[in-house]
């Protein structure tokens, strides 16, 4: 994965240099533009400063992204994998008409205006991927990204799952919604490679790469 990395901060090599997405920082170094990843606006961005270290995100790679919201973790993916392909399902028309403004200038980026509980609706659109991304804050959200994984992830492929454990059940503690997830992932055939909290940017999160056990 290209990134550029400092002790307190990440970045993004810029696939459209001279531009910004959300107010970012720019740091040019070594000939290159990079975007300063903010881990208070991007759970990935969180997670990978706090240690996930196994997810397989390189150039080439497809990604399915389940609650795309207005792009700001979109646009660094778009950064990392200037030269494969990222689904964008997004159920607000406000949010995807501001994403579509976003995929204008980068063209691997293609938005869909879609429920991700519903993966069949969008099945003839969306190819066999890489990494499958969910952060959709939902009860439902286990079963969401479950549904999308076995449809659309490569058997070798990868799962990155963003839990927001008050979103499950605000009335049980985080602790024990995750460890609830994490059961019904390993019982439909999914086995956890990493999982990283993601305080202090993000309270009473989780992050999950999953892949297929069998």
Same mark, same amino acid.
């Given at each position: 994965m290209e990134i550029y990395k400092t002790d307190k901060e990440i970045a993004t090599v810029n696939l459209v240099p001279g531009t910004r997405v959300y107010g970012e920082q720019i740091i040019n170094e070594n000939g290159k533009e990079y975007r300063v990843w903010n881990p208070h606006r991007s759970k990935l961005s969180a997670a990978l400063?706090?240690?996930l270290s196994k997810l397989e995100l390189n150039k080439d790679s497809t990604v399915l992204?389940?609650? *795309?919201?207005?792009?700001?973790? @979109? /646009?660094?993916?778009?950064d990392i994998?200037?030269?494969g392909r990222?689904? *964008?399902?997004?159920?607000?028309? @406000? /949010?995807l008409r501001k994403l579509s403004r976003l995929c204008k200038t980068r063209p691997n980026i293609a938005p869909l205006l879609n429920d991700a509980t519903k993966p069949k609706e969008y099945l003839n659109?969306?190819?066999?991927?890489?990494?499958v991304y969910c952060d959709v804050a939902q009860p439902s959200q286990t079963k969401l990204f479950m549904d999308n994984m076995d449809?659309?992830?490569?058997?070798?492929?990868?799962?990155?799952?963003?839990i927001k454990s008050r979103s499950i059940n605000v009335n049980i503690k985080p602790k024990t919604v995750f460890k609830e997830q994490e059961k019904i992932l390993k019982t439909n055939g999914f086995s956890i490679e990493e999982r990283v909290k993601l305080e202090p940017y993000e309270k009473d999160h989780i992050c999950?790469?999953?892949k297929k056990a069998f």
């Open positions: 400063l706090n240690g992204y389940l609650g *795309a919201s207005t792009g700001t973790t @979109v /646009s660094h993916i778009s994998v200037k030269n990222i689904y *964008a399902v997004e159920f607000s028309p @406000v /949010s659109k969306v190819e066999k991927v890489d990494i449809l659309f992830m490569k058997d070798d492929g990868q799962g990155v799952f963003m999950l790469l999953v």
